[in-house]
């Protein structure tokens, strides 16, 4: 089969020719249709990405969308024909989405969404797992409750606010001045991020914080994030909280705090039957029309990966990008 493969980081991705995998015990390989990119990707070819390096010589690419072609023992719930989407691979020894076939565990992909294509359906997994963790997992998010999204615009942010939507809470969402309108169809209320905290928390809340404040930022929108939350009830999620933060503003409030690292499971093995669940949960919403992917429209595939890539870094990619795969 025909893949793209990495052999040194930072280096060159090489389109080569690879011996297509089977379908082992718990797997299913899939002919993969689309590939997602994320910003993630571009960080483990480079290199710089310790928490999700991969072994190599690798195939990278974290998302898939593509049809079942053989399951391998001890598999229920999916059969050969089946169109599914999940976040597969791309890191540790896992095979990634970047060739035409992957055999992947049948537990990290569900069937996906009938209203959408494979193209959309690609870039769904990683940012559809990451904020559901965040939102539903961690933070209970509800009816009745304010939800601010920094980020509202981005891949992860995009999706948090339309699960947040779906879920009955009133939602705002940082963005740039430009992408307002994006957010505001997305169902939140937009908030230009360069507004003091202390002035949207005091429009928006009254000055009593928000229930919950997603993170999808990291760095000082964290620290920012501490000064938005409610009091006592409030609940801060980070899916970037790595760096070194002041918890004084949080703790002072009597507020909590939960970190969202969704690779867990791929890197681990533990918890990989959850990620089936969410995008299974994900699927039903997308089929209700309640949630859909913001997509950049150019198109790429195998052969220009590197492209795909460098529209990703240069941030000149409007919404997520996809490698088209089998036409």
């Known amino acids: 089969m025909r893949a793209v493969v990495l052999e040194e980081f930072g280096g060159p991705l090489q389109l080569r020719d690879i011996p297509q995998p089977v379908a082992g015990p718990g ?34 690419g974290l998302d898939l969308a593509g049809q079942v072609v053989e399951t391998g023992p001890g598999v229920d719930g999916l059969v050969v024909g089946d169109e599914v989407y999940g976040l597969t691979g791309g890191v540790g020894d ?13 537990r990290l992909v569900a069937r996906k969404p009938a209203a959408l294509s494979m193209r959309e359906a690609a870039v769904l997994p990683l940012a559809v797992i990451t904020a559901w963790e965040g939102l539903v997992d961690r933070a209970r998010v509800r009816t009745g409750q304010r939800v601010l999204v920094h980020g509202g615009a981005g891949g992860v942010g995009s999706v948090a606010v339309q699960i947040a939507v779906a879920r009955g ?24 991020y360069k507004t003091p905290v202390a002035e949207y928390v005091a429009e928006h809340t009254a000055g009593a914080g928000f229930d919950i ?38 703790s002072f409030k009597g507020a909590t ?26 699927a ?10 913001l997509m950049d429209q150019h198109s790429y595939d195998l052969s220009t990966v590197a492209e795909a890539h460098r529209a990703v870094e240069s941030g000149m990619a409007k919404g997520k990008v996809v490698i088209d795969i089998r036409g």
């Open 257 to 282: 705090y939960s970190g969202v690292f969704t690779l867990l499971p791929l890197l681990t093995g533990q918890g990989r039957e959850h990620h089936g669940a969410i995008l299974r949960e994900a």
């Open 213 to 250: 404040v997603y993170d999808t930022v990291g760095g000082q929108v964290l620290d920012a994030s501490f000064e938005a939350v409610r009091t006592y009830t409030g609940h801060v999620v980070s899916a970037l909280g790595w760096g070194t933060h002041a918890l004084a503003p949080l």
């Open 27 to 60: 797997q299913v390989l899939v002919r993969v249709h689309a590939s997602g990119v994320n910003p993630l990707d571009t960080k483990i070819r480079a290199g710089q990405a310790g928490h999700a390096r991969s072994q190599l010589p690798a195939v990278l």
């Open 284 to 293: 039903a919403l997308a089929d209700e029309g309640k949630l859909r992917p």
């Open 169 to 192: 809470a009133e939602v705002f969402a940082t963005a740039s001045a430009a992408k307002a309108d994006i957010v505001r169809r997305l169902g939140a209320v937009p908030i230009d």
């Open 94 to 106: 896992l095979q990634g989405s970047l060739a035409e076939f992957a055999a992947v565990d049948a």
